[in-house]
């Protein structure tokens, strides 16, 4: 362990070549930058106290680094900072993948999992430290930044997955003139996760769909979550060999959802390098060149594979070789991604958890203390505190919506997520022209036209044009609930583990969906 004095880095950034490295620090902090491991994970300033763990436990691989679940010091991946009495903070951050840092007491810590690497440390002003810190990553990482990140209606948040070929053929038409780059289709075109051949609502198949795309004059993007599959899917049936496993043998599990147990594929294995390049090859033959790759993490979770190395280092390697097989000319989007190991590798990143119509779920943010649960509260907190990778690759907060059918978002909480995607300069909705009314699609126009001047003020304001827009009141996280209520937390905890209640919520969300399709 290589021990640094604060003074050392009070006047200039250092660069540490070191596995573990660690600064005293002179006062106890106010606050620390927790920095989560993927897309979904919490990014925020918060008190130095403990943060209730989030439930349940089943989502832990699938929403944060669930080797770093039960720690009680403020910690995040890759990088740390604390604030100071006097607004300045303190950054340690590395520069390559396979890294943590963590506070204990006034020591500032960070280690990588295996080998040695470089620490970047700097003191000052905010945004100054963390510009510094991203201009160290580019230059190690790669920096792949187009001129505009293409303006996007994706198909998720308006219908999940009861997107089928009739209903998406006659959105492609209604969306008329609005000036969408890429018309992206999201989950429920696929047979099974692991199974990414077009299932039976798409009868004319994918080179149909893109096709049509295409011929409104839009690029046609389309979802995949190429690293892991369900348990009930063909290709984990056929190919168990070639799914992650723990030193014991047993199968790693990448999560919970669409009803059932993931698993994640070793993308160490030949044959699945050589499966992913064709399923890469495939979706652009298709058609498609805007590609949201999803569900990522599951290529980057502990366990023991074919080829013994860091488990991000093979992430990022897979990363590389499906960069290579879809092509430069492709726009990769990656979501649910480890965010170091993605920078250089692709076009645009996810920095947030999904937003939804609602602004927060009582149970998930102050129940189950859940901040990587679909909500537009999630997705803003979140997003805000990642803005500093915006110099290194085009950062996407997720969608804005105009629509207020089936919206419970008051007209200030749509107006805060239009600003969001104002100030990363990412434009999407999923808003569907069908519902929305001739005052809203006007909105929704202006909107993808406007590329208005922003710049930051403080951590959480922001001056866009003439108009002043600050974010802080969204960042504030839940307390700990005591007494019955947090015996009540604790059960409904409990019971968020159990694959029967998942499935129960399913059947309900697949209910709410199909009277949704109904109204159509
Ligand atoms: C499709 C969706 C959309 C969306 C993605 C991703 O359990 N979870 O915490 C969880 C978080 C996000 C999520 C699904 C589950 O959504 O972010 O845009 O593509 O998958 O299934």
């Given at each position: 362990m290589i021990s640094i004095p604060f003074t050392e880095i009070q006047n200039q950034p250092k660069i540490i070549k070191a596995k573990e490295v660690s600064i005293q620090l002179s006062a106890r902090p106010d606050?620390?930058?927790r920095h989560g491991w993927q897309s979904w994970s919490l990014a925020a300033w918060t008190d130095?106290?403990?943060?209730?763990?989030?439930?349940?436990?089943?989502?832990?691989?699938?929403?944060?680094n669930a080797e770093f679940a039960q720690e009680k010091n403020?910690?995040?991946?890759?990088?740390?900072?604390?604030?100071?009495?006097?607004?300045?903070i303190l950054l340690l951050g590395a520069l390559s993948t396979d890294a943590h840092v963590l506070l204990v007491e006034n020591q500032l810590s960070g280690q990588f999992d295996a080998d040695d690497g470089e620490w970047f440390a700097a003191f000052g002003q905010e945004d100054?430290?963390?510009?510094?810190?991203?201009?160290?990553?580019?230059?190690?990482?790669?920096?792949?930044?187009?001129?505009?990140?293409?303006?996007?209606?994706?198909?998720w948040y308006s219908l999940y997955t009861i997107i089928d070929e009739p209903i998406l053929n006659k959105i492609f038409d209604k969306l008329g003139n609005l000036p969408f780059d890429v018309l992206q289709v999201d989950d429920g075109w696929q047979v099974n996760i692991g199974d990414w051949q077009a299932n039976y609502k798409f009868p004319s198949g994918m080179n149909a769909l893109a096709e049509k795309i295409k011929s409104t004059g839009r690029r046609a993007g389309l979802w995949l979550a190429p690293l892991l599959a369900t348990k009930s899917s063909k290709l984990f049936c056929e190919h168990k060999d070639w799914f992650l496993r723990d030193d014991y043998g047993r199968l790693v599990s990448a999560g919970f959802n669409w009803g059932e147990p993931l698993y994640a594929l070793d993308t160490t294995h030949p044959d699945v390098i050589l499966w992913l390049v064709a399923l890469m090859q495939q979706v652009r033959a298709w058609g498609f060149d805007y590609l949201k790759l999803d569900f990522l993490y599951a290529g980057a979770l502990k366990g023991k594979r074919y080829k013994n190395m860091p488990r991000e280092a093979a992430y990022r390697e897979c990363l590389r070789v499906m960069r290579e097989a879809m092509g430069m000319d492709a726009f990769f989007l990656t979501c649910g991604t480890p965010i170091l190991p993605a920078i250089g590798m692709c076009d645009a990143i996810r920095i947030g958890p999904d937003v939804s119509h609602d602004w927060e779920n009582y149970r998930n943010a102050h129940l189950l203390y859940n901040?990587?649960?679909?909500?537009?509260?999630?997705?803003?907190?979140?997003?805000?505190?990642r803005l500093w990778l915006g110099s290194l690759l085009h950062i996407d907060p997720d969608i804005a919506y105009f629509e207020s059918k089936g919206n419970s978002l008051t007209t200030e909480q749509k107006t805060l997520l239009q600003d969001l995607a104002y100030v990363c300069n990412f434009k999407a909705t999923s808003d569907l022209p069908q519902w929305i009314t001739e005052k809203e699609f006007s909105e929704l126009h202006s909107f993808l036209n406007t590329t208005p001047?922003?710049?930051?003020?403080?951590?959480?304001?922001?001056?866009?044009d003439d108009r002043t827009v600050d974010f802080e009141s969204v960042?504030?996280?839940?307390?700990?609930?005591?007494?019955?209520?947090?015996?009540?937390?604790?059960?409904?905890?409990?019971?968020?583990?159990?694959?029967?209640?998942?499935?129960?919520?399913?059947?309900?969300?697949?209910?709410?969906?199909?009277?949704?399709?109904?109204?159509?």
């Open positions: 606050k620390y930058y130095l106290s403990p943060l209730p763990i989030q439930k349940p436990a089943i989502f832990h691989p699938l929403q944060i403020p910690n995040g991946s890759w990088l740390g900072a604390v604030e100071f009495s006097d607004g300045n100054v430290v963390f510009a510094e810190y991203a201009e160290q990553l580019g230059n190690r990482l790669g920096k792949l930044k187009k001129n505009s990140a293409p303006r996007v209606w994706c198909s901040p990587s649960t679909p909500g537009t509260r999630n997705a803003i907190r979140t997003v805000i505190h001047k922003v710049t930051q003020q403080s951590r959480y304001i922001f001056q866009i960042v504030l996280l839940p307390k700990t609930k005591r007494g019955p209520l947090g015996l009540w937390a604790d059960f409904l905890g409990w019971l968020g583990d159990r694959h029967f209640v998942l499935r129960f919520f399913k059947m309900l969300d697949d209910n709410a969906l199909r009277k949704r399709r109904n109204s159509l």
